[in-house]
């Protein structure tokens, strides 16, 4: 089965990795949008435009599921500025796999983006479940984390910038699939179960597709730096024997090139 993953860089490799593992021997695709992250900062049209044509490329390859590793595009998606429903391929959103890990009456920290927060997407759909909601927005974290900072003193004292007066929650929302690299950082200074929406996808995945022993194969569209995207990658998914391809995927200017 052919399984298309997108995100504005290194982020969606967090669930990339556990679906992978989970699931293991299937065909999948990662577009990696490196040239335009973070889409949390980015115009609204702009993310749009090139949603439509990466999921126009999935439906000339055949895609049979598309699962939206980044949380500010599903959040504009459900906000149907894109017809889902249109597309040959089924799709998985992240902030309902978020969503459907919080109970009701949940104290809620929801830390996200701030084209994520500001469209409310997240916070009706936690309304609904009768939990309480605050949403920190974290801008610094992506540019953060797309410069392989991950540990130390730099990261650690950006997760205190946003986070420092905090105190418990039930739940605290990974609302940016670049946020659970920082998450040992967030644990420090905030109290509360940590949810990161990989795990709801994984969980609605079962329903679709089957477990595979074999090795997977894995073909990531960059539209940045490869040798940048390629070194992150491999500190996130770590060593292993999937059959692994490396392109080039600038969409609305010059196509798809090989690496």
Excluded at 51 to 78: M, P, Q, R, W
Excluded at 153 to 160: C, G, L, M, T
Excluded at 189 to 204: C, R, W
Excluded at 222 to 241: A, D, Y
Aim: proline share 3%; glycine share 6%; charged share 20%.
């Amino acid at each position: 089965m052919k399984i298309g993953f997108f995100d504005s860089g290194i982020g969606g490799l967090t669930v990339l990795k556990k679906v992978v593992n989970t699931f293991k021997g299937h065909h999948y695709f990662y577009f990696g949008d490196t040239l335009n992250v973070p889409y949390g900062s980015k115009p609204i049209e702009k993310i749009i435009n090139i949603l439509k044509e990466l999921f126009h490329f999935y439906e000339e390859n055949g895609i049979d599921i598309v699962v939206a590793a980044c949380n500010t595009s599903d959040s504009l998606i459900l906000r149907n500025y894109i017809d889902i429903r249109k597309y040959n391929f089924n799709y998985i959103s992240i902030l309902e796999n978020a969503v459907s890990q919080i109970n009701e009456r949940d104290k809620v920290l929801l830390l996200a983006t701030e084209n994520t927060v500001r469209t409310g997407t997240y916070r009706e759909l936690l309304v609904s479940k009768k939990a309480t909601v605050n949403e920190i927005a974290c801008p610094l974290f992506v540019p953060l984390i797309e410069e392989g900072i991950w540990h130390g003193p730099i990261a650690e004292s950006i997760v205190n910038f946003y986070l420092k007066n905090q105190k418990s929650y039930d739940k605290i929302i990974l609302g940016c699939t670049h946020y659970p690299i920082l998450d040992k950082h967030i644990k420090k200074v905030v109290k509360g179960n940590i949810i990161d929406p990989a795990d709801g996808i994984v969980e609605t995945l079962k329903n679709y597709i089957s477990i595979k022993n074999d090795n997977p194969k894995i073909d990531f569209y960059v539209s940045g730096n490869i040798n940048k995207f390629i070194h992150n990658t491999e500190r996130i998914l770590g060593k292993n024997t999937f059959d692994i391809s490396y392109k080039n995927l600038v969409l609305g200017e010059s196509g798809v090139i090989p690496w």
